[in-house]
């Protein structure tokens, strides 16, 4: 096996790599920053079974195959989707020690479990199809699977062995459990305008996995021609995408086994993968004292769209201010001195983070900015922001990106709500960042004053930037969600009523998912 693409710390590593493996197998915390070679040679000692040699054919039609092929759990590498915000490595860390306890009970030696977000020090490889091929040259010649897999996604190991096996390793696969879309949606391009439900895409929550041919084709790929999408907006949308490749590449395949049923329910019988029953609780709900609210609007929204603020969640928000153009007591709206603009907002935003940090509103942890038509639940809100330390800085919501692949950033989507302690907005203003006009897009220009800085966007998928008609039924089946935005075509009340209503907290499992099958 030629080692010199490694640097000359290779010898002192392979030294030392048998204890460290002991560690990865003991340890919850093992696996913090790596290289390309450290990953390589741990997987030298941990991987004893090679995927042997790929014969070159592709399945494109997404049929679960009756092939039953021998497979050694080193074969597998385990991707923890994860981030670098302190409580999600702690998640991400009990995934890894679940998995590496199920496979002591298997096997002497682990297989392969990565944290995402320790990979790489390009925070936006996130988006997953830049670090492929690295992972597809450490891993490639001795593993015969990549899983990825979410935080709170529980894995049934030797279920998934026995699913994993059922297809030829040495073909090209995409395994998943398919999402699709009713009808075509802006969070996807319109694509598929005519027929939206045709194309599948994964739902993460519940794993997705590639065969290694695939990594090795896909990894080529991305090395011989640039990332081409500017925006990366829904990941598991977007890679499908990019592996189908306009027919060239394989669709997804659907695997029954990946479930996103709750752990315990009793659907889950023949399920390789679960969901925790509940979203984690990390404590008591914050405080409503500790969040301040600031909504965007504008004159010609004042009757149209304050009103549906006031009939559904504006009794939640102790402390919330509707910022405008105009001055209006009767809501009452505040006048920032910032000219309305027709979009971006970016003067209005950076005036409302200097008045959080003024004498002229109560000092609280938490400022959450939100749009004049985005609808969410400050109660789910509260208890989610129990999962997060306000004294360092936490900048919180849904994650888009722009030109990760060419060096770009992360930002939160502003429909959606952007939620920000104290300690990030002293750092964003301290730091000098700027709008370079008033109507540049308020959180693509935070997004890059974060990136600036060296603070991560973290993530929530229960932040939604888009109504619930352009998402997957099955994908908000089992979700808990915090806010939807736009109030395009759709009763916003009726929405909130539906969507945000319930506190999660106040109902047993049975009726959330009675629930969840009644509206869906």
């Known amino acids: 096996m030629p080692v010199s693409p490694c640097s000359a710390s290779f010898l002192h590593r392979l030294h030392r790599s048998q204890d460290s493996l002991r560690m990865l197998s003991s340890s919850p915390h093992a696996g913090h920053k790596v290289t390309v070679c450290g990953l390589f040679l741990s997987f030298l000692f941990i991987s004893a079974v090679a995927a042997g040699s790929a014969e070159g054919s592709q399945n494109h039609n997404g049929l679960h195959p009756p092939h039953n092929n021998k497979l050694d759990l080193r074969e597998i590498v385990f991707v923890i989707q994860s981030q670098s915000n302190s409580f999600h490595v702690r998640q991400a860390e009990k ?63 030797v279920s998934l062995l026995q699913v994993l096996a059922k297809f030829h390793k040495n073909r090209e696969w995409f395994l998943g459990k398919p999402l699709h879309d009713e009808e075509s949606t802006i969070i996807h391009h319109y694509a598929f305008a005519e027929n939206p439900s045709v194309f599948k895409y994964p739902d993460f929550a519940a794993a997705w996995a590639l065969s290694m041919p695939l990594v090795a084709r896909l990894a080529n790929k991305v090395r011989d021609e640039p990332l081409k999408s500017d925006f990366t907006i829904d990941l598991k949308h977007e890679i499908a995408l990019y592996i189908w490749d306009n027919g060239k590449g394989p669709h997804l395949t659907a695997v029954p086994e990946l479930c996103t049923d709750p752990e315990g329910s009793p659907h889950v019988q023949h399920c390789a993968t679960t969901l925790s029953k509940d979203p984690p609780l990390c404590g008591e709900s914050v405080n409503k004292e500790d969040i301040f ?228």
């Open 95 to 157: 995934r890894r020690a679940d998995l590496l306890k199920q496979a002591h009970g298997l096997t002497e030696k682990p297989p392969v479990v990565l944290l995402l977000h320790t990979l790489s020090d390009n925070e936006g490889d996130w988006s997953i199809l830049p670090l492929l091929p690295s992972l597809s040259q450490t891993f490639g010649k001795n593993s015969s699977w990549i899983v990825f897999l979410e935080e709170e996604t529980n894995v049934r190991m």
């Open 293 to 520: 609210v600031a909504v965007k609007t504008c004159s010609k929204f004042h009757s149209e769209r304050v009103p549906v603020i006031k009939k559904t969640w504006e009794k939640d928000a102790l402390f919330l201010e509707y910022y405008s153009d105009h001055t209006e007591p009767s809501i009452p709206t505040i006048n920032l001195g910032v000219p309305n603009t027709e979009r971006g907002h970016c003067g209005k935003t950076f005036a409302i983070l200097r008045r959080f940090l003024s004498s002229a509103v109560p000092n609280t942890k938490w400022l959450v900015i939100v749009d004049d038509d985005t609808l969410i639940s400050l109660p789910r809100l509260r208890v989610l922001l129990s999962c997060y330390d306000p004294s360092v800085p936490v900048c919180l919501g849904e994650r888009y990106g722009y030109g990760l692949s060419q060096g770009g950033y992360s930002y939160i989507t502003g429909g959606g709500g952007m939620v920000f302690s104290r300690e990030a907005v002293v750092r964003l203003l301290n730091s000098g960042c700027k709008c370079y006009s008033n109507d540049a897009p308020d959180d693509m220009v935070l997004g890059m004053c974060l990136n600036a800085l060296g603070l991560p966007i973290t993530h929530s998928p229960l932040f939604h930037q888009a109504r619930p008609e352009d998402y997957a039924k099955e994908l908000l089946a089992h979700q808990v969600p915090i806010s939807f935005h736009k109030h395009w075509n759709i009763d916003p009340v009726a929405v909130f009523n539906k969507w945000l209503r319930q506190d999660w907290r106040s109902e047993t499992s049975g009726e959330r998912d009675e629930w969840s099958k009644t509206e869906l």
